[in-house]
């Protein structure tokens, strides 16, 4: 079946540090990938999207490149801020005609000033 | 601009009680809809969607139901609460095969 994997349950770091989340999926054909960020109590929001293989998306300084040779999605921001402190999470849609997101686990970060 | 709101923002309700959560999206026609649950620190985890008025299609079993009685309402309900239903409780749309947008959830505590 489908799944996204995040490793990193949690990463701390301090302002201007570099980010980098893992994120590994498994399924068949060509999925859109994406990156949410949730903020304490709230829901989901997106941050990022790609639907075509080898292509980069990016969006408030973050990156991901779709790689379906490794089938990786990594999240990367070369520097971040406290403001960033938040949620992750990977998810992917087969495209089977109504968006079945599978989220991965979410990485928790935490920016200190 | 679409908006989605999800009622109520919380609830606290006893083990064995009813429950009946809501979610209107406005400003889009025809939108796919999603319930979507999220246990305290854990992943998000889809539980129904619906593509049309009065069809929906359930992807994981807590036993819990989802309707939808209007093109921009979309409503999960259970007869008797477990302990195990409690956590955040997650309404989205979709215009159709993109982008997936999340209201600001119900936080549901079981006692």
């Known amino acids: 079946g489908d799944s996204v994997i995040q490793m990193q349950g949690q990463v701390t770091l301090s302002e201007n540090d570099f980010l980098f989340i893992n994120c590994t999926y498994s399924?068949?054909?060509?999925?859109?990938l994406f990156w949410y960020v949730q903020y304490s109590g709230e829901g989901p929001q997106l941050l990022l999207q790609v639907t075509t293989a080898n292509n980069k998306g990016s969006s408030r300084g973050f990156e991901a490149t779709y790689d379906k040779g490794t089938t990786s999605f990594h999240l990367q921001k070369t520097s971040v801020q406290e403001i960033d402190s938040a949620v992750y999470y990977c998810?992917?849609?087969?495209?089977?005609?109504?968006?079945?997101?599978?989220f991965g686990k979410g990485t928790v970060l935490l920016v200190s000033p | 601009a679409q908006t989605i709101h999800q009622w109520p923002v919380a609830e606290i309700k006893a083990v064995g009680s009813p429950l009946s959560l809501g979610c209107t999206i406005k400003g889009k026609s025809s939108p796919n809809l999603y319930w979507y649950w999220q246990a305290t620190g854990g992943t998000l985890q889809q539980l129904f969607y619906s593509i049309t008025v009065g069809q929906v299609e359930s992807v994981v079993q807590l036993n819990l139901s989802a309707s939808r009685p209007k093109d921009d309402q979309f409503i999960l309900s259970t007869e008797k609460l477990l302990l195990s239903h409690s956590g955040f409780y997650l309404c989205?749309?979709?215009?159709?095969?993109?982008?997936?947008?999340f209201g600001k959830g119900t936080r549901l505590t079981v006692v």
């Open positions: 989205a749309w979709s215009p159709s095969d993109t982008e997936v947008f």
């Open positions: 399924t068949t054909g060509y999925p859109t």
């Open positions: 998810a992917m849609s087969p495209n089977s005609g109504y968006n079945k997101l599978t």
